[in-house]
């Protein structure tokens, strides 16, 4: 039975209206999905108010897991209850400075919105120079996309990054500056083939699935779709890392539970 093991990511998600129901988590699923894409994983996800004391347990928690990488989003703009910043340095023990390159980075970002007519004209107001007051000896990250810099903290062996919460700000530093820093070669990529049945009940399939997962290194998640004119629709992922499998290796294995699957005539499968 496979215990995949991969670069542990924790999520922490920072937001009233997150939890208000007003705001949709897109952050979340965006996060897991660009993750997945590269072969990563999140282990573990949080979503917390804008509340210091939320904010610090929540890092706290994944600080004290196994984590390599702790991605906050959400808290980083000009406005006073954007607060992830100052609630990271209380909860690190680490001091709050202005971060010259930060701040370079908000008056070239407001620069380029005066020259594109967005706005006429700006001053480094304390709301704006709020956005580059960084825990000391962190990394600003560029955003392209809006104002406030992304943020990397080295913490003990973790790596903290705090995002913005504007969903294409979020992704656009998450793709550009968080990835290219991820140290590829301590990846075991987990790679995932998607089979499409028709015909068949999940508990039919549970006694299958196991005999498969005891006997190959594999993980194979089921998840049902429904029933449409009589017909179960199950959606089954079969996970594993790909330096363990060549590909005619798992094409074989899939093609045997394939077969194992095949228990009525009636039973369809797409791979």
């Known amino acids: 039975m496979c215990n995949l093991i991969f ?9 009233n209206e997150l939890l208000s129901g007003r ?13 997945a894409d590269i072969g990563c994983t999140v282990s573990r996800s949080y979503i917390v108010r ?15 897991a196994d984590s390599d ?24 023990n680490l001091p709050l400075e ?11 970002r407001y620069t380029d919105l005066v020259s594109q007519n967005v706005i006429d004209s700006f001053s480094i107001t304390d709301s704006r120079k709020k956005m580059a007051i960084l825990p000391k000896n962190s990394t600003p990250l560029n955003n392209d996309v809006g104002t406030a810099p992304g943020v990397l903290i080295k913490y003990e062996n973790k790596n903290i990054v705090c995002l913005p919460g504007v969903p294409k700000e979020m992704e656009n530093i998450l793709i550009h500056e968080v990835f290219p820093l991820i140290d590829y070669d301590k990846v075991d990529k987990v790679t995932s083939k998607v089979l499409y049945i028709d015909g068949i009940t999940e508990s039919e399939l549970a006694p299958i699935i196991y005999e498969f997962v ?8 089921s998840h ?16 594993y890392q790909s330096k ?8 074989s294995i899939i093609e045997k539970l394939i077969s194992s699957i095949k228990i009525h005539d009636n039973i369809r499968v797409k791979y």
């Open 7 to 15: 670069m542990k990511f924790h999520i922490i998600s920072v937001g």
């Open 23 to 35: 705001t949709l988590n897109t952050n979340l699923q965006t996060i897991c999905n660009k993750l």
């Open 50 to 64: 804008d509340n210091c004391d939320e904010i610090s347990w929540a890092l706290n928690q994944a600080i004290s």
């Open 69 to 92: 990488w702790i991605v906050l989003s959400g808290g980083l703009g000009p406005t006073y209850d954007d607060m992830t910043l100052s609630c990271t340095a209380s909860t690190l």
């Open 98 to 108: 202005l971060n010259e390159i930060a701040l370079e980075m908000i008056i070239q």
């Open 214 to 221: 005891s006997t190959n290194d594999l993980y194979i998640k």
């Open 224 to 239: 049902p779709q429904g029933i449409t004119d009589g017909i179960y629709h199950i959606e089954l992922v079969v996970s």
């Open 244 to 251: 363990k499998f060549s590909e005619s290796t798992i094409n």
